[in-house]
């Protein structure tokens, strides 16, 4: 028979925020003399701020740095020196956690999709840390809010692929920074209304190898899956202008996810023999009021019942890829033991699940 597939257990975990905390009724007021003239219905719009279940988010620069002209090159400049430095902030803070040391990292994989860099985000965290010479990397572009749980996942093969391999996962959205000062849309004018800035690393390596036994009590990652669906590109992503990032969302994702999600949802679970009902709680990226009530719905919860997701927005607004990862340390920190499921929507428009064991 062959030999078993080793799990791979995270180590460690940690999070990081920019210096600028904003609170939601402050970017409402801005949003109000912003777009006063400019956008045809933002008094029917503004509600949306005090209905997004959002009361502070975080950012790299201060709110009345927007509107000032700033364009796309000092922009992503601001993106690559604040990514780097809430990534080496979180992946110390990690490493500490673990009770391992930079040079005790052997691999590095870094999401993002809030900005470009080249060499790319893991190749600068390697050279601030003073990882290894001999690190592995892989940078991911592209995957949005999924990547997260998508980004964890090629993380958790990495290390299953390797025994006793340690993979450092990193991720960094600084959503913030893609705002459009001249984009008088109805999605512009949504994203002031959800996004914020953000950044978590967390260490993986599995069960086998010189690991010092530290992956005895470690949370386990089993199974991921995922699904795209089919003539869904324009759901959610980007539409690249000569000033940035143009924000792209359809207003149907909420019931995109009620019609849609729960055929992929068994599915996924079919493959693992499991059902909904083994699992303990659920670990996914909340998007936005609407989207969490529909997530509520689709995991037979009654309204309010995703309590972690609905903190972290609350407390952050929605980092893209990065909202997941301080959603999973909250669910980590109640030290209650069980089965959990991962989840995450991004561009694609796709889903990718992750199912977390804590001892």
């Given at each position: ?9 995270l180590?460690?975990l ?30 029917r ?10 009361e ?17 090159l000092?922009r ?16 110390t ?17 870094a ?9 790319s985000?893991d190749?600068?965290?390697i050279?601030?840390l ?7 990397r ?11 749980v ?6 958790a093969?990495?290390?299953r692929?390797?025994?006793?391999r340690?993979?450092?996962?990193l ?24 996004f ?19 992956t005895?009590q ?24 000569d000033?940035?990032f143009?924000?792209?969302f ?8 009620t019609?849609?999600m729960?055929a992929v ?13 083994d ?7 909340p998007?936005?009021?609407?989207v969490?009530?529909a ?7 009654t ?5 972690h ?12 890829a ?12 109640d ?16 889903v ?8």
């Open positions: 028979m062959p030999a078993p597939v080793p799990s791979a257990r180590l460690g940690a999070t990081a925020v920019p210096a600028y905390a904003l609170g939601q009724n402050d970017i409402k007021a801005w949003a109000r003399k912003l777009f006063n003239g400019r956008t045809a219905d933002i008094d719009l503004l509600p949306a701020f005090d209905n997004a279940g959002i502070t988010r975080y950012s790299c620069v201060p709110l009345g740095w927007h509107g000032d002209g700033h364009g796309w000092e992503n400049r601001l993106y690559l020196d604040n990514a780097v430095e809430l990534l080496a902030r979180a992946a803070e990690c490493l500490e956690a673990a009770g391992l040391a930079p040079a005790d990292v052997d691999a590095v994989v999401v993002s999709t809030s900005g470009f860099a080249t060499p985000l190749a600068l965290v050279e601030r003073k990882l290894r010479r001999d690190v592995a892989l940078p991911v572009f592209g995957l949005g809010c999924a990547g997260g998508v980004g964890l996942a090629r993380a093969e990495m290390a692929a390797v025994p006793g340690r993979v450092l996962f991720v960094a959205e600084l959503c913030g920074l893609t705002f459009r000062d001249h984009d008088s849309s109805k999605s512009n004018v949504i994203a002031t209304v959800l914020g800035d953000g950044a978590a690393a967390a260490l993986l390596a599995t069960d086998g190898g010189d690991n010092g036994g530290v005895a470690a949370p386990r990652l089993s199974r991921a899956g995922e699904h795209t669906w089919p003539d869904s590109l324009d759901v959610m992503g980007w539409n690249i202008a000033d940035g143009g924000v792209l359809s207003q149907d994702i909420p019931s995109l996810v019609r849609e729960p949802l068994d599915a996924y679970l079919a493959v693992q023999g499991l059902s909904l009902s699992y303990d709680g659920f670990v996914c990226h998007g936005g009021a609407k969490v009530a997530l509520e719905q689709v995991f037979g919860l309204p309010g019942g995703l309590e997701p609905r903190g972290v927005l609350r407390d952050y607004g929605n980092m893209s990065a909202t997941v990862m301080f959603v999973l340390r909250r669910c980590i920190a030290c209650r033991p069980g089965r959990y499921l991962m989840s995450a929507l991004g561009p694609g428009f796709s990718g699940f992750l199912t977390l064991d804590v001892p």
